[in-house]
T-cell receptor, first 111, second 115 residues
């Protein structure tokens, strides 16, 4: 069964620190992997998408990496800010063209 | 361009009642999806559609029905509401995924409570 896992479920970090969120997946035959942000009571907003042929994508203070051989992706956030507080979900597309979501990491940036 | 819109935002149902969650997108996407998200969990796919007139089951379809008569609309029907269907429901749309560089666009969600 194709699964996506995110550990830890929650993370608190002082403002200004750099941090890494982790995502692991069970099937290396991945088409792409996406990172989403979800604010409380809101829908999901796409942050970064990494295709299977790529190793990383960057957008502003965010950098996402993909290592298919180890079944891992990371989301790096530089110089964290209180506005970064949210739940971050990763999702993978395997061969069936449907997104499989992880359970998310709830990030709190402490001012 | 409103993106993906969902109505209602909140709803409380009694056990055994039925209701339809509405979803509309104005991006001319072929693919549309319904997910549910339980507290502290990721999203689970209920049903999806690759075009008007075509629907298919996702991971957790029991207790739900869908139809897709137009490209824009993808309503989700609950026939006999049960407490286990208490959740937040998200509708999403996209171009074909897989090799695409595009992503899914999500609506704001419908928070449903069944008592």
């Amino acid at each position: 069964k194709q699964e996506v896992t995110q550990i830890p479920a929650a993370l608190s970090v002082p403002e200004g620190e750099n941090l890494v969120l982790n995502c692991s997946f069970t099937d290396s035959a991945i088409y792409n992997l996406q990172w989403f942000r979800q604010d409380p009571g809101k829908g999901l907003t796409s942050l970064l998408l990494i295709q299977s042929s790529q190793r990383e994508q960057t957008s502003g203070r965010l950098n996402a990496s993909l290592d298919k051989s180890s079944g891992r992706s990371t989301l790096y956030i530089a110089a964290s800010q209180p506005g970064d507080s949210a739940t971050y979900l990763c999702a993978a597309i395997f061969g069936n063209e449907k997104l499989t979501f992880g359970t998310g990491t709830r990030l709190t940036i402490i001012p | 361009n409103a993106g993906v819109t969902q109505t209602p935002k909140f709803r409380i149902l009694k056990i055994g009642q039925s209701m339809t969650l509405q979803c509309t997108q104005d991006m001319n996407h072929n693919y549309m999806y319904w997910y549910r998200q339980d507290p502290g969990m990721g999203l689970k796919l209920i049903y999806y559609s690759v075009g008007a007139g075509i629907t298919d089951k996702g991971e957790v379809p029991n207790g739900y029905n869908v139809s897709r008569s137009t490209t824009e609309d993808f309503p989700l029907r609950l026939e006999l509401a049960a407490p286990s269907q208490t959740s937040v429901y998200f509708c999403a749309s996209s171009y074909p995924l897989g090799l695409s560089t595009d992503t899914q666009y999500f609506g704001p969600g419908t928070r449903l409570t069944v008592l």
